[in-house]
């Protein structure tokens, strides 16, 4: 081994919140099998940029590195998806890494994810279970529909069906496909079928399904292949039939 | 009420574009292609259309005020994408960009194509009787020509792409399997209805070329 190989990563970086975001590059020591995360830990080891300059270690979030967190979730190669999974041998070189821009960025490649869990919070996002009394075992689930549930209940927040849907922006307030996986979910649920209302008037209001433009890039892009459209369509269908009856009935 | 006023916008925006605005649309496109079988043939269906009862309740109600909901509350969406085929070079990303661009365009020619037709015949500068012979030396003009072209083959795109997502909106087609078949449908649809709104457009502009020569 005469000449150590390396990887050029080109990475949008920002100081803050507030300021100005930029382009640095670096070559990191090549290895085989390597991941952007452990290509980035090069760069935390070694924070010296393409140039010899020494520079600021760039700052990720990463947690569970086997796709199941969501945390590292990040734009690369222009496309969102995890740090983790993606390996360096079958990406295009030099790879360029952002930040996924529909979320604030706090600094660098960290992101603020609120947004979703706020959203989770909206449509209620949960089965309440607790009461003064033992309210005994819940009913049980036919096996299609349980697998369907654990489909469903793949979603780790990550953030990555925002990123890849048009009309999640500035401009709209649109919670972001992954909520209806999410109120389909607990929609389904027998127990969670009893607060089924309270979830479906949440996503019939501000930011909910009416936003949706059908641009379907949310199930292309989905790490765990939940199916982000037919829930948005079954939903649909739900608010069809729910918005006839409050009209018609009230 | 007030909360779900976003929800109530976007389906009657939904539920206009198809009905009557989808209805009208076909409607005209085949009393246009009457122009296929000559001058006669077509005015008589443009005469027979204006005798109508309550033509001008018809025109205001289930024409006018529905064009211009659907366009402004199409416009409002339109503004509220941020397009990202970049990334995003898939088939269904292309037609949601499609979608928008096409309502744009057909607001546009729609515009245009209403002030040179109805509102002419309401301001008395064209008889019913004259309305061929209008189209006929309007579309003599080449640019014209391809402008009208643009704005049918855009208008019924966006027509039958929108009863795709009509169907997805109501929770009509649910699943992958039924929105691939209704994409097939629709697309068939675009195909013929610009098929009957084209061949219209090339019967005027061949009696103008008749004249001309």
């Known amino acids: ?250 | 009420m007030s909360s779900d006023r976003a929800f109530v916008y976007r389906r009657l925006h939904s539920l206009l574009g198809v009905i009557p605005v989808g209805a009208f649309l076909v409607e005209h496109l085949l009393t246009n292609y009457f122009a296929t079988r000559g001058e006669a043939a077509y005015t008589e269906k443009v005469l027979w259309l204006n005798n109508l009862p309550f033509l001008i309740l018809l025109e205001v109600f289930f024409i006018f005020l529905p064009i211009l909901f659907h366009g402004v509350y199409g416009l409002y969406i339109a503004y509220q994408a941020k397009p990202n085929l970049g990334s995003f070079g898939t088939f269904r990303n292309t037609m949601f960009v499609l979608q928008r661009v096409t309502g744009v365009l057909t607001l546009i020619f729609i515009a245009w194509h209403v002030w040179e037709t109805r509102v002419q015949v309401a301001l008395g500068n064209v008889a019913k009787e004259e309305l061929y012979d209008l189209m006929v030396s309007i579309l003599s003009n080449g640019w014209m020509f391809a402008f009208y072209l643009v704005g049918v083959i855009a208008a019924v795109f966006h027509f039958a792409n929108g009863l795709w997502s009509f169907l997805v909106s109501w929770g009509i087609t649910v699943g992958p399997r039924a929105q691939r078949i209704s994409t097939y449908v629709t697309m068939v649809i675009f195909v013929f209805v610009s098929y009957i709104g084209v061949a219209a457009l090339l019967a005027f502009r061949n009696a103008a070329v008749a004249l001309g020569s």
């Open chain 1, 1 to 250: 081994m005469s000449e150590q190989k390396t990887v050029r990563l080109i990475i949008k970086r920002q100081d803050g919140p507030d300021s100005q975001p930029y382009w640095e590059e670096f070559d990191v020591p090549y290895r085989k099998n390597m991941n952007v995360i452990s290509a980035l830990m090069e760069i935390q080891r070694n924070p010296v940029n393409a140039k010899g300059q020494k520079t600021r270690p760039v700052v990720w979030e990463s947690n569970c590195l086997e796709e199941v967190c969501g945390a590292c979730s990040m734009v690369i190669n222009g496309r969102p998806r995890q740090a983790c999974t993606a390996l360096i041998d079958k990406l295009e070189k030099p790879v360029r890494i952002e930040p996924m821009a529909t979320f604030p960025v706090i600094r660098d490649l960290i992101v603020d994810r609120s947004r979703m869990f706020d959203a989770l919070k909206r449509v209620k996002a949960w089965i309440p279970i607790d009461g003064t009394h033992d309210l005994g075992p819940g009913p049980r689930i036919p096996e299609t529909e349980r697998q369907w549930m654990y489909e469903l209940s793949k979603c780790m927040t990550c953030g990555v069906c925002l990123e890849a849907c048009p009309n999640v922006n500035a401009k709209s307030s649109f919670m972001g496909p992954f909520i209806f996986s999410q109120v389909q979910r607990f929609n389904m649920h027998p127990t969670g079928a009893m607060h089924k209302e309270e979830r479906l008037d949440a996503i019939m209001g501000e930011g909910g399904l009416a936003e949706c433009g059908n641009a379907q890039n949310c199930v292309q892009a989905c790490p765990k292949g939940i199916p982000l459209t037919t829930s948005i369509a079954a939903l649909n269908w739900e608010l069809t039939k729910y918005s006839l009856k409050k009209w018609l009935r009230s």
